[in-house]
């Protein structure tokens, strides 16, 4: 690979090979697929939207790539996949809330993104094409709340740990197993 002046991810390492191997072999049907994510004057750009856009397509989603008015890949976008995805609210107290995002992609993949308020801390993530899939509603169901207790019991203010039960109380419920599950 040649070197570059910029860093290049774990991720991007195998595309920017690929592309290399393009060049040095002059393989014009490679390349001009390379040119299709090169809206920008970038070659990062290029390399980080054909990576995106295959795992776009390894989600199930299917589409051209389409860009932004600054060269980024517009498809699979978080603001997109979040008006699809399913809410679960864990609990609301007041202005404290935890609520799980569900998503099944088109390819029969699972994936679950948590959103949170406590009195001292908070966070949270829109479901996207990089988040890890799993083959069940349940299973992601269950990584979601346990992520949302692993972060609710590192919490040092006591405040934020009080809503700890409820989330443990949800995670129990779901456990439970179900017929429904296969459906």
């Known amino acids: ?96 809330y935890a609520v799980v995002m569900l998503l099944q992609h088109p390819n029969g993949k699972w994936i679950a993104t948590t959103s949170y308020m406590l009195p001292q801390s908070g966070g949270g993530s829109y479901p996207n094409i990089w988040c890890t899939p799993y083959p069940t509603r349940r299973e992601a169901l269950n990584a979601a709340l346990d992520s949302l207790i692993s972060r609710i019991g590192s919490c040092t203010a006591k405040s934020d740990r009080s809503f700890l039960e409820e989330v443990r109380k949800m995670r129990c419920n779901t456990a439970q197993t179900s017929l429904f599950d296969l459906f």
């Open 1 to 96: 690979m040649k070197e570059r002046d910029y860093f290049i991810t774990k991720r991007e390492r195998p595309m920017y090979e690929r592309y290399d191997k393009a060049v040095e072999e002059g393989n014009t049907e490679e390349l001009k697929w390379f040119e299709m994510f090169n809206k920008g004057k970038w070659e990062s750009q290029m390399i980080r939207n054909a990576v995106e856009y295959e795992q776009y397509l390894r989600c199930g989603y299917q589409g051209q790539p389409t860009f932004n008015e600054y060269g980024w890949l517009d498809n699979g976008r978080c603001a997109e996949l979040k008006k699809k995805a399913e809410e679960i609210q864990v609990f609301m107290k007041e202005q404290y």
